[in-house]
């Protein structure tokens, strides 16, 4: 909403008013960015009065930038778990794959069938229509999942939390020397990181049966490169 709820600003008491008759409140009251000696909670979470009393919201120091993370605890909640696979589903929107979509809305004849008077039919035809034209230039594809974070080992986790203590350190004072040595212990880290990386992927490679298909997993993988997919028929819905 990209208001601030520290303050008592007239935009502050008109979203709250309008929360209020959905009968919708909002949670974070505590400071969540600190900027040029500046704090404010602009980034919000909202839920519905009937669960206010059911939930919990902290701050997380996440050290990356001068917004904290925050996190909502509900109770009370029972999700059916999952089975785990070993693939998941997403779409790619690619370059490829945007230019055919917008060839396809180009080809569409848009003014066939649209002259009736019943709004709610036409707004149907024209959704099945978009639709039909979405799924064919944007499919679902599968992918194997890959534990992408295997090099983490337990002393980087560590050097991460105490980068956190170090960013937030250094953040909430104006020492030139506490600014130098957070600035430093983050260089080692990155330099550490990218050596564990390093001996992690050339393990992979030297315990693989096939060398040259494991380094190019890697290098796609890392790249984010994915295959491209292809496109099926867009399939045009009978006129009406």
Avoid at 30 to 37: D, K
Avoid at 151 to 177: D, V
Avoid at 178 to 193: A, D, E, G, P, W
Wanted: net charge positive.
């Amino acid at each position: 909403m990209n208001t601030d709820y520290l303050s008592d600003s007239s935009k502050k008491q008109q979203l709250s008013q309008l929360l209020d008759s959905y009968n919708i409140s909002h949670l974070v009251n505590f400071p969540i960015r600190f900027q040029h000696n500046h704090i404010s909670a602009i980034d919000s979470i909202f839920v519905n009065n009937a669960q206010l009393h059911q939930c919990n919201i902290l701050p997380i120091h996440n050290g990356l930038s001068d917004h904290d993370t925050q996190c909502l605890l509900l109770k009370n909640l029972f999700i059916k778990k999952k089975k785990l696979s070993g693939k998941y589903k997403t779409r790619l929107f690619t370059t490829d794959a945007i230019g055919h979509f917008q060839k396809l809305l180009l080809e569409e004849t848009w003014e066939t069938g649209y002259q009736k008077h019943d709004v709610n039919s036409i707004f149907n035809k024209l959704l099945r229509v978009y639709l039909n034209i979405f799924e064919a230039s944007f499919p679902i594809v599968y992918f194997n999942k890959h534990n992408d974070n295997a090099w983490i080992t337990k002393g980087i986790r560590i050097s991460c939390r105490k980068k956190r203590s170090l960013y937030l350190l250094s953040r909430n004072c104006n020492n030139p020397e506490v600014k130098r040595h957070c600035k430093h212990y983050c260089s080692i880290l990155r330099k550490t990181i990218r050596e564990a990386k390093r001996l992690y992927f050339n393990e992979l490679i030297a315990n693989s049966e096939n060398k040259v298909k494991t380094t190019w997993e890697i290098i796609n993988n890392l790249t984010k490169k994915k295959k491209k997919p292809t496109f099926p028929t867009c399939v045009p819905f009978p006129k009406s």
